[in-house]
């Protein structure tokens, strides 16, 4: 069945620091891809997203490639913040489908 | 225009009570989603409804639980009896439908049970 996985976490980086965090996927067809993030109790916010091959999502810094050939998706930024601490997500989704498939989420921690 | 709205925001019951959760998704989307996330876990599909439908319930558990989406008003996610094992937060996202559109979320509904 289709679903994503995510690098194990927790991830604790010094501010400005290069984060990668490493997110494949499983599915039949032509998935979209996401990333969402969440601060500490609050619901997700999508970050950035990607709905075909080679396409680059980028927001606030933060940006993924879907690469169909390696079936990933995995969320880079150059230089994180202090701000930037909170868990993400990687998800996917279906023409046709009923859900979004999470990952088990990514916790980052950034240090001063 | 409003974001998706939940409530309560904190939910207490105890064991063997009814727990009702509700969400308003944003103005214009007609398609709602119930995550469950467990303390350290991921978010776990629950149901995905429609209008006056329920699309997909594959996810949620065979007993005690119960979603729907009246054709007016909000969407209700409804736990009855519950048991400390429900204790968790719960997540409406709203949308607007297919798979290139993202999913807007709620911020959630923690619900302990004592």
């Known amino acids: 069945g289709d679903s994503v996985t995510q690098m194990e976490g927790p991830v604790t980086l010094s501010e400005e620091a290069f984060l990668t965090i490493n997110c494949t996927y499983t599915?039949?067809?032509?998935?979209?891809l996401f990333w969402y993030v969440q601060y500490p109790g609050e619901g997700l916010q999508l970050l950035l997203k990607?709905?075909?091959?080679?396409d680059k999502g980028s927001n606030k810094g933060f940006e993924a490639t879907y690469r169909k050939e390696t079936t990933s998706f995995h969320l880079e930024k150059g230089s994180v913040q202090v701000s930037d601490s909170a868990v993400y997500f990687c998800?996917?989704?279906?023409?046709?489908?009923?859900?979004?498939?999470f990952g088990t989420g990514t916790s980052l921690t950034v240090i001063p | 225009n409003a974001g998706v709205m939940q409530n309560p925001r904190h939910l207490v019951r105890r064991r063997g009570q009814e727990a009702r959760l509700r969400c308003s998704p944003m103005?214009?989307?007609?398609?709602v989603y119930w995550y469950r996330q467990l303390p350290e876990e991921g978010l776990k599909f629950m149901v995905y409804?429609?209008?006056?439908?329920?699309?997909?319930e594959s996810g949620m558990p065979k007993e005690r639980f119960s979603a729907e989406f009246p054709k007016e008003g909000p969407s209700i996610l409804r736990i009855q009896q519950v048991v400390r094992g429900d204790s968790a937060a719960y997540f409406c996202?709203?949308?607007?439908?297919?798979?290139?559109?993202?999913?807007?979320f709620g911020q959630g509904t923690r619900l302990t049970v004592v």
């Open positions: 599915a039949t067809g032509y998935p979209s």
């Open positions: 103005k214009g989307h007609s398609h």
């Open positions: 990607a709905t075909k091959a080679d």
């Open positions: 996202a709203s949308g607007i439908g297919g798979a290139f559109s993202e999913a807007f």
């Open positions: 998800a996917l989704s279906k023409a046709g489908g009923n859900q979004f498939y």
């Open positions: 409804l429609q209008k006056e439908n329920i699309i997909d």
